[in-house]
């Protein structure tokens, strides 16, 4: 059983257009939260990351948005380039369970010229 | 460069052919993980590390071995591969900061296929 469930599996946006990536939890004591990008042929990378103390952080054209009562947590990635076609994986860690990753299912994001 | 690499990137090979991925870091990180990525499931744990000769399960370890002789170091044995273990491996390192798993830095991957 997936711990973190994220949605969609994939997703089709024309450049411009915001992206939209949902992520689901159970467990209440994961306290970080973090976004990977991942591009083809490659390994993933920390794209950015939030605590539970704030509700949104943003970063350039990517924003996280936490709901601690809804145990959700969602990335929105304003004006979409095709630059940003990659694979996205959310992901959840307590850390004083020594940080440990729990990654969701992934989201492949093509972003249309 | 800081980097962690991944030998071979693809490899197809047949069931119970014993094999090895390498997995090497520049950047003198304590901490080095395994996960395999399949369809759906994003990335799961195989073992990791958290220094010489430190090694531990992670959330699907069975068919896999491990060793930690070096801190750059840290290699993934299938001593008996089957068709189930085909899958996108990925290696990962980085800082521990008290105790704690700090940001991780991924290898490009391996690509296995087992017939």
């Known amino acids: 059983q997936q711990q973190v469930k994220q949605s969609p599996q994939s997703l089709i946006v024309q450049k411009g257009g915001i992206s939209i990536i949902n992520c689901a939890y159970e467990?209440?004591?994961?306290?970080?939260f973090p976004w990977y990008q991942q591009f083809p042929g490659k390994g993933p990378a920390l794209l950015i990351a939030i605590r539970p103390d704030v509700s949104e952080k943003k970063e350039g054209r990517f924003t996280i948005s936490f709901n601690k009562s809804a145990k959700q947590f969602s990335l929105h990635i304003m004006d979409s380039q095709p630059g940003d076609s990659a694979t996205y994986f959310c992901?959840?860690?307590?850390?004083?369970?020594?940080?440990?990753?729990?990654f969701g299912g992934g989201t492949r994001v093509l972003v249309k010229p | 460069e800081a980097q962690v690499t991944q030998n071979p990137r693809y490899l197809i090979t047949v069931t119970g052919k014993k094999l090895t991925v390498t997995c090497s870091q520049n950047?003198?990180?304590?901490?080095m993980s395994w996960y395999r990525q399949d369809p759906g499931l994003g990335l799961r744990q195989i073992y990791y590390?958290?220094?010489?000769?430190?090694?531990d399960k992670g959330d699907v370890p069975e068919g896999y071995k491990v060793s930690r002789k070096e801190k750059r170091n840290f290699p993934l044995i299938l001593e008996s591969p089957s068709p189930n273990q085909t899958s996108l491996y990925f290696c990962?390192?980085?800082?521990?900061?008290?105790?704690?798993?700090?940001?991780?830095?991924f290898g490009p991957g391996t690509r296995l296929t087992v017939l």
């Open positions: 992901a959840a860690s307590i850390k004083a369970a020594g940080n440990k990753l729990t």
């Open positions: 950047m003198n990180h304590e901490y």
């Open positions: 467990n209440t004591a994961f306290d970080y």
């Open positions: 590390s958290m220094n010489v000769e430190v090694t």
């Open positions: 990962a390192s980085s800082f521990l900061l008290s105790g704690s798993i700090g940001e991780q830095f």
